[in-house]
T-cell receptor, first 117, second 115 residues
Framework: AQTVTQSQPEMSVQEAETVTLSCTYDTSESDYYLFWYKQPPSRQMILVIRQEAYKQQNATENRFSVNFQKAAKSFSLKISDSQLGDAAMYFCACLNAGGTSYGKLTFGQGTILTVHP | GAVVSQHPSWVICKSGTSVKIECRSLDFQATTMFWYRQFPKQSLMLMATSNEGSKATYEQGVEKDKFLINHASLTLSTLTVTSAHPEDSSFYIC???????????FGAGTRLSVL
């Protein structure tokens, strides 16, 4: 079984500032993927960023970047130049690429991000 | 690209009736779709994995006779909540897995209210 833990139920940031959301995971598989999804008030799940576990280089998508520490099983999300539209619930998720749970996403508890103008 | 459509977005029904929710991948074929349930301000809980042309695989604790899943084509999966009761009221979300990148794209969700 795999687990994903987000220890920050809520975070806040000033517009234009930088914020980091934490995530740790545990999986017995050697091949897996990590994701951050965003769920705004509309409740539509939106993919923010994806990281392949075999890649050492941290993924980056515009203002969003991750700090992937494989040995520590840590996968944090950094949002730079925060915008009001970034306000949402953020979910960290892990997907096994093998084993009996192949293809299934396991989500963390979520972090509610508030952006102050 | 990678659009997943889910209908209806909101449904209200009487206790004892059945409700069908549709999930369509509009611009790609999805051999595998997933159904989740989400309570307010909580995480997504996987209910079942829907595979085209075969029986769905249900997670432990999910009643397969209550939540019927059909994946009859590469672009459509349906979830039918049979004999719905107030405790089935929730937000249901589908997703479709696209290709070898193992990315799941999500529908906008369906809010089910059972009176």
């Amino acid at each position: 079984a795999q687990t994903v833990t987000q220890s920050q139920p809520e975070m806040s940031v000033q517009e234009a500032e930088t914020v980091t959301l934490s995530c740790t995971y545990d999986t017995s598989e050697s091949d897996y993927y990590l994701f951050w999804y965003k769920q705004p008030p509309s409740r539509q799940m939106i993919l923010v960023i994806r990281q392949e576990a075999y890649k050492q280089q941290n993924a980056t998508e515009n203002r969003f970047s991750v700090n992937f520490q494989k040995a520590a099983k840590s996968f944090s999300l950094k949002i730079s130049d925060s915008q009001l539209g970034d306000a949402a619930m953020y979910f960290c998720a892990c997907l096994n690429a093998g084993g009996t749970s192949y293809g299934k996403l396991t989500f963390g508890q979520g972090t509610i991000l508030t952006v102050h103008p | 690209g990678a659009v997943v459509s889910q209908h209806p977005s909101w449904v209200i029904c009487k206790s004892g009736t059945s409700v069908k929710i549709e999930c369509r991948s509009l611009d790609f074929q999805a051999t595998t779709m997933f159904w989740y349930r989400q309570f307010p301000k909580q995480s997504l809980m996987l209910m079942a994995t829907s595979n085209e042309g075969s029986k769905a695989t249900y997670e432990q604790g999910v009643e397969k006779d209550k939540f019927l899943i059909n994946h009859a084509s590469l672009t459509l999966s349906t979830l039918t909540v049979t004999s719905a009761h107030p405790e089935d009221s929730s937000f249901y979300i589908c997703s479709a897995r696209r290709g070898f990148k193992n990315i799941q794209y999500f529908g906008a969700g369906t809010r089910l209210s059972v009176l």
